[in-house]
């Protein structure tokens, strides 16, 4: 079966050549148009990774990207026409796995497809092995094992934050102090939701394997061998 890529792009030129060299490296391509649509495909097609330009007629590459993120993990690489604007679409943290200045070569295009493919790909989980976390602290992102978690701003800081004492107790107040800039409508119990969210993202990437660990009134602890 051909991988499955959703291309949401208005531009028919660099639609049909994106579609050209992706269906060449042997994907299977889609191409939506109007910013409407890319959700609704996404949710239909089920494809294996987006390309989404920023500029699209009705609903813009960026809002399509943070509203997929709230519910998805699905690789996406978004296409902009001006370099400047890419600092600016890192700093909004909308979650996109890899940016593209238009003019793209087409090339370069599959090759960064293949590679969030590759990121994506379910690795071979419960090994026992010891896991190996890493932190992208410019992107905020965290992997484990290669694999991906699709964390909030919030459980990224949580792991980060753990991850830079593996084995030390951190209590409630001071992971909220570490955690938070400001403390709006923040409680111990919100730290406990967090920590619970980030272990069942951790879970989803190593069944079996708990690594997180509630220490009895205090707080918590990561554990990774
Ligand atoms: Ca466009």
């Known amino acids: 079966m051909h991988t499955h890529i959703l291309v949401a792009e208005d531009e028919p030129k660099i639609a049909a050549l994106v579609a050209d060299y992706l269906g060449a490296a042997?994907?299977?391509?889609?191409?939506?148009?109007?910013?409407?649509d890319v959700l609704p495909a996404v949710?239909?097609?089920?494809?294996?990774?987006?390309?989404?330009?920023?500029m699209l007629p009705h609903r813009d590459g960026m809002s399509i990207c943070r509203e997929l993120r709230q519910s998805s993990t699905l690789p996406v690489i978004m296409l902009t026409a001006r370099?400047?604007?890419?600092?600016?679409?890192?700093?909004?943290?909308?979650?996109?796995?890899?940016?593209?200045?238009?003019?793209?070569?087409p090339r370069e295009l599959v090759a960064r497809v293949k590679a969030v493919l590759r990121r994506s790909a379910p690795q071979v989980a419960g090994n026992g092995g010891t896991p190996r976390f890493e932190i992208d602290e410019q992107r905020m992102r965290a992997t484990v094992n290669g694999q991906r978690l699709d964390l909030t701003p919030?459980?990224?800081?949580?792991?980060?934050?753990?991850?830079?004492?593996?084995?030390?107790?951190?209590r409630r107040d001071e992971l909220l102090d570490l955690v938070y800039d400001d403390y709006r409508e923040i409680s111990d119990r919100t730290i406990d939701s967090h920590v619970k969210n980030l272990r069942r993202k951790i879970e989803v990437a190593l069944p079996g394997q708990p690594v997180i660990h509630a220490v009895y009134?205090?707080?918590?602890?990561?554990?990774?061998d």
């Open 26 to 36: 042997g994907m299977q391509v889609s191409v939506v148009s109007d910013g409407m």
């Open 154 to 170: 919030v459980e990224y800081r949580l792991l980060a934050t753990l991850l830079r004492h593996p084995g030390r107790v951190y």
């Open 83 to 105: 370099a400047e604007e890419i600092d600016r679409l890192l700093g909004l943290e909308l979650g996109a796995d890899d940016y593209l200045c238009k003019p793209f070569s």
């Open 43 to 54: 949710a239909r097609l089920a494809p294996a990774a987006l390309v989404l330009d920023v």
């Open 217 to 224: 009134g205090i707080g918590y602890r990561l554990e990774i």
